[in-house]
């Protein structure tokens, strides 16, 4: 016992030095745009409850109604117990919300990139990540035996040479499949990827295209569906996946697309078939934050939080790194500059987070400020404080 507790005690301590600890922060109230940490409210730039849907009255119905009518638990997974129809409800209104056939919903957003990634594709294929893909792909893809080959962020030029690289390959071995995966709208970025022409490329090289909404969906395109529509890609990628714990304010994550997909997912995601089922309260609780997104106060909601982004890189002089992007990152670099600014920021009551190493590359930290449709009133404060700490 004593071994091991010293071993992991010197591993932490090693992380420590680097500046790169960290630790959870206890908040004793609701996610919002006011949270209480350690007995004080904090004005909250952290969450990624874009909509404010987390606390939203109709969400709240719909779990607790669930709630009532179907208890805590879903008993077992889909596969072994029966599939509770709160999970077939929600799978409907995501397909159509999507102009999909079908689609699936996991536990959580990482067991569906990690599902599906490793369904897809497997030893003697090919998959190929733009470089800052979430961890979940990147660990998917590691796991599915396939060769894995990074290229440049948004570099279509690395892109193509990469599949160009596959195509060589695939001479050896026709089978071989080619899986490209990338997100819409960047988690830690903010910026967006070029799917148009990723798609133009995929297409030319007989590769797939996975794209991951997990921050777009919600936020993007006509009818809200993510920048895949906002594009008029419909259609044109093969597998699109999202998140229902973000802008949807729910928890869960969900790959949609052609009905053949989905039966296949149900066979051989992993993630899928060896986990128990999410609890049906919050499959309603999702299918309620896609209702709300899609109606016109979706779309009211969607004209706050795009007026309070604008009002903070206005304010701060900050440049947003796509427009509409409502993750607006100050890179700082280094990792102990990056958390004294957060400290500062947290003295004086904005909870902002420090992003560093491996949630991105060393030397890059950053803080990552995000902003709610309900963020208003709040933004100026946050403003004027990143003034006077330039000032000071
Ligand atoms: C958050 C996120 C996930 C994981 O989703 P969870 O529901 O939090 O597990 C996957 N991909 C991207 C791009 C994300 O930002």
Redesign the pocket.
């Known amino acids: 016992m004593a071994g091991f507790e010293e071993d992991l005690r010197a591993r932490l301590e090693a992380i420590e030095d680097q500046n790169l600890r960290r630790q959870v922060r206890r908040v004793d109230s609701a996610q919002g745009p006011h949270v209480v940490i350690q007995g004080r409210e904090c004005l909250n730039f952290s969450s990624?409850d874009y909509l404010g849907l987390a606390t939203h009255p109709k969400l709240r119905e719909a779990a607790e109604k669930t709630l009532r009518d179907y208890g805590t638990g879903s008993g077992a997974s889909r596969l072994v117990c029966g599939s509770l129809a709160p999970h077939h409800r929600l799978e409907e209104a995501l397909a159509e919300f999507k102009g999909v056939e079908r689609a699936l919903v996991f536990s959580?957003?990482?067991?569906?990139?990690f599902g599906t990634i490793t369904a897809l594709v497997s030893t003697g294929d090919i998959v190929v990540l733009d470089k800052l893909?979430?961890a979940?792909?990147v660990d998917g893809s590691r796991l599915s035996g396939a060769k894995l080959r990074i290229f440049d962020h948004n570099d279509l030029n690395d892109l193509e040479s990469v599949l160009q690289w596959a195509d060589g390959q695939r001479r050896a071995n026709d089978k071989a499949r080619v899986l490209v995966v990338t997100?819409s709208l960047?988690?830690m970025d903010g910026d967006i990827a070029p799917l148009r022409e990723i798609v133009e490329l995929k297409d030319q090289y007989g590769a797939w295209l996975m794209v991951?909404e997990?921050?777009a969906t919600g936020l993007f395109g006509a009818q809200r569906r993510g920048l895949v529509e906002e594009l008029g890609l419909t259609g044109r990628v093969e597998v699109q996946?999202g998140?229902?714990?973000?802008a949807l304010g729910s928890?869960?994550?969900y790959i949609a697309g052609a009905g053949v997909l989905i039966d296949y997912l149900v066979n051989k995601a992993r993630s899928f078939i060896f986990s128990t089922a999410p609890p049906p309260s919050v499959s309603s609780a999702s299918l309620a934050g896609v209702e709300v997104a899609r109606s016109n106060e979706g779309a009211e909601l969607l004209a706050k939080l795009r007026s309070a982004v604008m009002q903070f890189c206005e304010g701060s002089g900050i440049k947003p790194a796509a427009l509409h992007s409502p993750i607006v990152p100050k890179i700082i670099g280094d990792e102990a500059d990056a958390l004294r600014m957060a400290e500062m920021l947290f003295e004086r009551g904005f909870f902002v987070p420090a992003i560093r190493y491996p949630t991105v590359a060393r030397g890059k930290a950053r803080l990552r400020f995000t902003f709610s449709a309900a963020h208003a009133k709040d933004v100026a404060a946050l403003t004027e404080a990143l003034r006077v700490l330039r000032a000071g």
């Open positions: 990624n959580t957003g990482y067991a569906t990139a893909v979430h979940s792909i997100e960047f988690s991951d997990a921050h996946m998140t229902l714990g973000k928890a869960g994550g």
